[in-house]
């Protein structure tokens, strides 16, 4: 059951959503509300339900764990060679504030 699912690109396609919706919130795109609603529901099947995360707001010391997981999902995707979902959720992670840092020794984050 490990790959299953494909985690890394169902978590960058999730950032790709995350995107969207940043933009109809900052009025840059339209959608009617039939479709925002249907959004919310495929946001919430994902990331609820497949994902099994809860719908409460983690505590800051949380954050470090959840970053881990993160990228130690895009390390994966590194090592199968999906480059493109690799690069995608390091984008993602860029977007929202946070930079990964690969190396020898492993990949390390830190917040812009």
Do not use: C
């Not at 470090?64 to 480059?83: F, G, M, Q, S, W």
């Amino acid at each position: 059951m490990n790959d299953e699912f494909n985690s890394p690109v169902l978590i960058a396609e999730l950032f790709e959503a995350s995107r969207i919706i940043n933009s109809v919130h900052d009025g840059k795109l339209k959608i009617d509300e039939a479709n925002l609603q249907l959004l919310k529901e495929l946001m919430n099947t994902f990331i609820l339900d497949v994902l099994g995360l809860k719908n409460e707001q983690a505590a800051n010391d949380d954050l470090p764990k959840i970053l881990n997981l993160i990228v130690t999902l895009r390390n994966e995707a590194k090592a199968n060679h999906d480059y493109a979902t690799s690069d995608k959720i390091r984008n993602g992670l860029q977007k929202i504030g946070f930079q990964l840092n690969d190396s020898k020794e492993g990949t390390n984050w830190s917040k812009i």
